[in-house]
Nanobody, 124 residues
Framework: QVQLVESGGGLVQAGGSLRLSCAAS????????MGWFRQAPGKEREFVAA????????YYADSVKGRFTISRDNAKNTVYLQMNSLKPEDTAVYYC?????????????????WGQGTQVTVSS
């Protein structure tokens, strides 16, 4: 199995940037599609971005296209989420997840493994 640990969250002003990291344990990391989700207070977890096993395909929620970039380094067992031009509505706990599926990666039910989350707060 894969264990995931997120890091890199913090407090930033609107328009600022953060890079989140998700470090994975396990030797089969490259077999998993990876995704980032977020959950704001009082709301359900929502899809942010996903990346295929090889890193050749990426997917983004409309709300973050052009601002966020997902990437992975399988040699380092790490997935990243570069977040630029942050907005107050991006404030949430961000989670990374691992999936054995190749489609419907915007659905949280497709993911088997989850990290503990890292808080991102964007002030206005």
């Amino acid at each position: 199995q894969v264990q995931l640990v997120e890091s890199g969250g913090g407090l930033v002003q609107a328009g600022g940037s953060l890079r989140l990291s998700c470090a994975a344990s396990g030797r089969t990391f490259s077999n998993y599609a990876m995704g980032w989700f977020r959950q704001a207070p009082g709301k359900e977890r929502e899809f942010v971005a996903a990346i295929s096993w090889s890193g050749g395909s990426t997917y983004y929620a409309d709300s973050v296209k052009g601002r966020f970039t997902i990437s992975r380094d399988n040699a380092k067992n790490t997935v990243y989420l570069q977040m630029n031009s942050l907005k107050p509505e991006d404030t949430a706990v961000y989670y990374c997840g691992g999936s054995l599926y190749v489609d419907y990666l915007s659905l949280s039910d497709q993911y088997i493994y989850w990290g503990q989350g890292t808080q991102v707060t964007v002030s206005s």
